[in-house]
Antibody
Framework: QMQLQESGPGLVKPSQTLSLTCTVS??????????WAWVRQPPGKGLESIGN???????YYNPSLESRLTISVDTSKNQFSLKLTSVTAADTAVYFC????????????????WGQGTTVTVSS | DIQMTQSPSSVSASVGDRVTITCRAS??????LAWYQQKPGKAPKLLIY???SLQSGVPSRFSGSGSGTEFTLTIDSLQPEDFATYYC?????????FGPGTKVDI
């Protein structure tokens, strides 16, 4: 059964870069059936979709974050990563990675496997 | 950008009740809509995709309907484990946008 695990620093200083990695186990990140996603949730608030990536490297970014955001994939390590530059306190959140099952012809899009989430605090 | 709204923002219900949550998109999204359940401190769980398709392993008391701009999630005969927050997500334009959530509590 596929599992996802987020990793990275729990504390980032303002103006610095937030870097997280999601390691996929129990299956290949190179599957053509799936996208891979980052989602975040500020304390006490709702979910925000950060971006999606396909194993080929094609990406979809949240327009509100696009200027600061890079999502990449490393198929050799079965990992995908998130880099968010120039962070502020507003970027403090639980960050989740997720597998997205996707099929255009059936309007099938669903994040069906999630990591447990990792808390990132932006503070000096 | 496609904006998503949900109503109500919260609902108080009892075990055995039927609960309906509405999700509206700011423009047509066909059937590109998913529903998630989230409990405190946990990752969300996929319930419905394609507006009305039940994710494998999800109890049949959950159902989804709608297309275009208006969608509903219905929980028939609410169970104790269903008290949670529910989010809709449009996937017509990636990476998708979540609704603000609906909290179902006792």
């Amino acid at each position: 059964q596929m599992q996802l695990q987020e990793s990275g620093p729990g504390l980032v200083k303002p103006s610095q870069t937030l870097s997280l990695t999601c390691t996929v186990s129990g299956g290949s990140i190179s599957s053509t059936t799936y996208y891979w996603a980052w989602v975040r949730q500020p304390p006490g608030k709702g979910l925000e979709s950060i971006g999606n990536i396909f194993y080929s490297g094609s990406t979809y970014y949240n327009p509100s974050l696009e200027s600061r955001l890079t999502i990449s994939v490393d198929t050799s390590k079965n990992q995908f990563s998130l880099k968010l530059t120039s962070v502020t306190a507003a970027d403090t959140a639980v960050y989740f990675c997720a597998r997205v099952e996707y099929d255009f012809w059936s309007a099938h899009y669903g994040m069906d496997v999630w990591g447990q989430g990792t808390t990132v605090t932006v503070s000096s | 950008d496609i904006q998503m709204t949900q109503s109500p923002s919260s609902v108080s219900a009892s075990v055995g009740d039927r609960v309906t949550i509405t999700c509206r998109a700011s423009q047509g999204i066909s059937s590109w809509l998913a529903w998630y359940q989230q409990k405190p401190g946990k990752a969300p769980k996929l319930l419905i995709y394609g507006a009305s398709s039940l994710q494998s392993g999800v109890p049949s008391r959950f159902s989804g309907s709608g297309s275009g701009t208006e969608f509903t999630l219905t929980i028939d005969s609410l169970q104790p484990e269903d008290f949670a927050t529910y989010y809709c997500q449009q996937a017509n334009t990636l990476p998708g946008t979540f609704g603000p959530g609906t909290k179902v509590d006792i």
